[in-house]
């Protein structure tokens, strides 16, 4: 068990657009849900703590306004980047977790994210 | 605030070598140390955990309070051991970031034949 997906696996998007990152827990439901970056070969990157039903928590350096995190189910959080830019372009990881797992985190397969 | 170094961003070794992968963290509190592996072109997953005390697939981690450290150790390594792998730290109960990781830098182990 414990399994979490991500969709798409991989979006191009053009310069100035917005794309939504889906991340959903299919057999537990999520209380807290965590968005990462990471560039190739590189560390992840904590983007934010999203916990059901209540704003997100942004990482120091992240523009929540570019990032926007809903976690509105307990099965569901979305990461929307707004006004894509290139630099955006990256490899984007969600992972889940719940008390009753004391809050192992199980991570998605990742998006990859190219903005042209 | 907490820190998770992996000094070796490569490690190399021939089948059947023994394998450290190195992890030291700085912390002022108890944390909850982890290893993760990413294999080529799949997802992160937990390998092991220091409160376990486990050995998974040969790997073995024990926490040294005293050095701040958390190394992986392998005696004898397999070519399917080729991934890269994170060591993280996990603020403990109570803390205000309960269940937020903080991962090292990653190390990449190619195991040759």
């Known amino acids: 068990g414990a399994v979490v997906s991500q969709h798409p696996s991989w979006v191009i998007c053009k310069s100035g657009t917005s794309v939504k990152i889906e991340c959903r827990s299919l057999?537990?439901?999520?209380?807290?849900m965590f968005w990462y970056r990471q560039f190739p070969k590189q560390s992840l990157m904590l983007m934010a703590t999203s916990n059901e039903g209540s704003k997100a928590t942004y990482e120091q350096g992240v523009e929540k306004d570019k990032f926007l995190i809903n976690h509105a189910s307990l099965t569901l959080s979305t990461l929307t980047v707004t006004s894509a830019h290139p630099e955006d372009s990256s490899f984007y990881i969600c992972s889940a977790g719940t008390l009753d797992r004391a809050y192992e985190q199980y991570f998605g397969p990742g998006t990859r994210l190219t903005v042209t | 605030a907490q820190r998770v170094t992996q000094p070796e961003k490569l490690l190399s070794v021939f089948k059947g070598a023994p394998v450290e992968l190195k992890c030291n963290y700085s912390y002022s509190g108890s944390p909850e140390l982890f290893w993760y592996v990413q294999y080529s072109r799949q997802r992160l997953q937990l390998l092991l955990r220091?409160?376990s005390r486990e050995s998974i697939k040969g790997f073995t981690a024990d926490l040294n309070k005293g050095e701040t450290s958390f190394h992986l150790k392998k005696p004898f390594a397999q070519e399917e051991d080729s991934a890269m792998y994170y060591c993280a730290l996990r603020l403990g109960a109570g803390g205000t970031s309960y269940g937020k990781l903080t991962f090292g830098q990653g190390t990449i182990l190619t195991v040759h034949p």
């Open positions: 220091h409160i």
């Open positions: 057999d537990f439901q999520a209380t807290t």
